[in-house]
């Protein structure tokens, strides 16, 4: 597309130097190809942040107790107690439960747990 632009107007440059006129590109000239690059850019990657969001948001709504889950800082443990907005880990035999949000979480690790819930 961005192609077919910058070719009509190669062609209406060049069709206009033949009929004994000055060649002068306008600023639209410039202007169009630019914004369709941008438009195009943003599109791209408003629908990729899109796809991340949902996918993160799939994930967060997959930990149910007994998921094990790595949070953001790196530490791993395994779901005690699943809030709306924070969840309670259990780190090591022994310890308390630490609350975390549910941001935190970087990764699911065992699955099965999610995976008895259905």
Do not use: C, H, W
């Not at 190669?10 to 690059?37: D, K, R, W, Y």
């Not at 094990?68 to 907005?85: L, N, Q």
Request: proline fraction near 3%.
């Amino acid at each position: 597309m961005i192609n077919q632009i910058l070719f009509a107007t190669a062609n209406a440059t060049q069709t206009a130097a033949q009929n004994g006129q000055a060649a002068q590109p306008s600023m639209m000239t410039f202007m169009i190809p630019l914004l369709v690059v941008i438009v195009v850019m943003t599109f791209i990657s408003g629908r990729s942040q899109r796809k991340q969001r949902e996918k993160q948001q799939k994930m967060y709504d997959s930990i149910v107790k007994g998921t094990k889950v790595r949070t953001i800082g790196g530490f791993t443990g395994k779901v005690v107690e699943v809030g709306t907005e924070t969840l309670m880990i259990e780190l090591a035999d022994k310890m308390p439960p630490v609350e975390i949000v549910k941001n935190a979480v970087a990764a699911v690790i065992d699955e099965t747990a999610a995976e008895e819930k259905k």
